[in-house]
């Protein structure tokens, strides 16, 4: 493993070893203790499209472990203005930094980067591509909220169809045997191929624009931001984010540790009430997202993670 | 002490052990020394409008400690803009980093971001709000140069009506039994609450317009940049800018150890004649930020600060 | 030596030594071995005007080596449009970091800067002036190549009169004894006050505008990129910049030590095919001055290289 473009490069143990890792750095992550092991070691943070998050957590993981982080900063400063082509900022970046994350529009992007040079690349979402570190660090959420990826039942609420993001995660849970419900309106469904690639390989799906009834059952809701752009007029686009949309009075038929994911930002989908409840784990999962970056670059940079204690 | 919104959540005595633990902090300000003491530590630096210098010297502080450091970066290009909320960039945030340095637009942003989350916060400006580490260093400047913070003559020059930095140097300078003058064209005089309330507390308060005439007695000249925007016209602005504004020759009747001070940066108000003179420490100032605020950080990570020596 | 503003300020023996050192840090810039000797060090990097490169490849040499780096961001953000002058932002500089690095787009603004604060300052190009630590890393990569860097046959290639690149590298070259081969369009020959100087202290100049012919007798070839805006109209550009393009059918005469190199960014002054022969040295010219700036730094840091070992 050299580099991260997309979950299906991983098998499900490589998935739970990353997992593993990431648990064993939760104190490293909230500063308890202090682990160097990645000191001497730089990362090159190329987002040739700005994400705030990601970026950040990415930093942070790096710099908790010691390592140094380099950014490309703003695109329209850079020598890509100039005319330089990716595969040149690349060679550049393979002489600077010891790994490299790739935020880029350009579906493909990632893989072309990796294939340009030595260094590792980490794919941090490339157009309508993939996002594979935001699929691991939903993977690690639910993990620790339910002690196991297997047999979940899942739902994915909102912009489906869009949704880098719910693509790669509905892919990884059903390769844990997890039983999912698409909750969308149905001018923003799931792909037709992804569906029909996940009841082929034995999933069960199911689809409804039914948000509120579904909720008894679910261990996971996994919310989207719809946005406004994908609708036709602004009266369409209001009633449709009205109906999915959580307040904290859906959530009283909710089994007692049901969590509520969404990768943020939010807008308006999750009601701020539901932030005091037991099921918010939004929040949660951002930080989780430092842990998981963390165990994904040791592991790229073959740097091993020893077992950590908190002080 | 969990935060730091304004100077007002200090004792007296707090200030002046902030002002102790930054002057042991020196040697490592020079460079001198190198005490990694916050390594592993994570600052986040959130700034919603831009102030390059307070930024800088957050991060210098921060990393001459062995610390790291989060730049949000330009607000335009966040995920601020995708409309989320403060309150949720701030819970990302404490996921990522163990305390923030927040300055905003807005008056009471700085609060309202250290209700919402479990890190400390401090503020670096909010709007008409507070600047509470301008105060720290401009104390520490104070007293280095004077020795004592007790029952100077201190002048304060400009725009006393808007300036944030003003308002708050002047209720601390008051704490500490300073006798205040106000030097300011006569739209931009002291808010008269401020003049009263620090009145009825027993400081003696002198206000004039004659910056020239007052200089002789004086122990500390603070000076501030007075806008253009304040005025109706330019020539009004330009009237006043002569008036309010310090050069070499003002400076015969002072006294010799008598500090010429500013919160930079300075357009006008200061010729460069000054520069060279015994009386202008605005430079060291802006030098002594960096120890304020590494003893600042120190004290909300809740680090001891060890005595230094110079190697 | 305490600052480095043109290549002039060093004698034969220090650019020596400065490579010497670089070449000893190799293992470390490649991420073999963590020294660092760094630590506790401040750069600050003042880019006035962006140069993604340039900023990113300091801020690499001082990060691999355990120092920190503070970005002065974005200049329209910055308190430079409050009206701030270049002495007052490089003072609060001289309090911030132990040394600084500028790009600017004002001829002369490096070595003004030097003169202002007591820290060393590193002129990362100032408008039409100079570029020194470019030049260090070209001497760098010729002689990594070839041994040595006496008495080689370099070409220099395209815009040879706006060229800051080319204006210094042939100063120094000649100055190891190299001849020079000046090969670009009539309309952007060398300055000829250059051209004289390098001739009346012995050195051998030939000037031509045929690229192709030149080729078999040469140990460097260096290209530069020719600008649109120099030319009247876009036909006129479009024809010199097919004629001073290298492609691989051009290297078949080519000594095999032969060497291509480019300051980066390239746009079409060398084709891609040429990237896979062994005549490429651009990609590694660009990490070879991660190490002649690290050597730099020490060196005006006061810092000793020590024998480095890779690990």
Not at 151 to 162: F, H, I, S
Not at 163 to 177: D, K, N, Q, Y
Request: a negative charge.
């Amino acid at each position: 493993m050299s580099s991260l473009i997309t979950v299906d490069d991983l098998t499900n143990e490589e998935i739970l070893s990353i997992l593993d890792d990431a648990e064993r750095m939760l104190p490293i992550a909230r500063g308890e203790t202090h682990l160097p092991i990645l000191a001497g070691k730089v990362l090159a943070n190329l987002f040739f499209e700005p994400s705030t998050r990601t970026r950040m957590s990415f930093e942070t993981a790096m710099k908790r472990l010691g390592g140094a982080v380099l950014n490309l900063g703003d695109v329209a400063n850079s020598s890509v203005v100039k005319g330089e082509t990716l595969y040149d900022t690349m060679q550049m970046m393979d002489g600077y930094a010891d790994i490299a994350v790739i935020r880029h529009p350009r579906q493909g992007a990632a893989r072309y980067s990796s294939n340009a040079v030595n260094i590792p690349v980490i794919n941090a979402g490339d157009g309508a591509g993939h996002h594979p570190t935001q699929t691991l660090l939903d993977l690690f959420t639910i993990r620790t909220c339910h002690g196991t990826l297997e047999g979940l039942n899942v739902a994915l609420v909102g912009d489906l169809r869009y949704g880098r993001t719910v693509h790669s995660l509905s892919e990884a849970l059903a390769r844990f045997g997890c039983s999912l419900t698409f909750i969308s309106p149905s001018s923003l469904t799931m792909p037709e191929e992804i569906v029909t690639d996940l009841r082929s390989s034995g999933t069960s799906i199911t689809e409804t624009e039914d948000l509120h009834g579904s909720i008894e059952q679910l261990d996971v809701i996994y919310m989207t931001r719809i946005q406004k752009e994908r609708f036709p007029d602004e009266d369409e686009y209001q009633k449709v984010a009205g109906v999915f949309k959580l307040n904290q009075s859906d959530l009283v038929s909710a089994k007692k540790n049901m969590i509520i994911m969404h990768p943020l930002p939010r807008v308006d989908e999750i009601s701020p009430d539901v932030d005091s409840t037991v099921h918010a784990k939004y929040f949660e999962q951002a930080f989780y997202g430092v842990v998981a970056r963390m165990s994904l670059l040791c592991r790229l940079l073959g740097v091993e993670v020893p077992e950590v204690v908190s002080e």
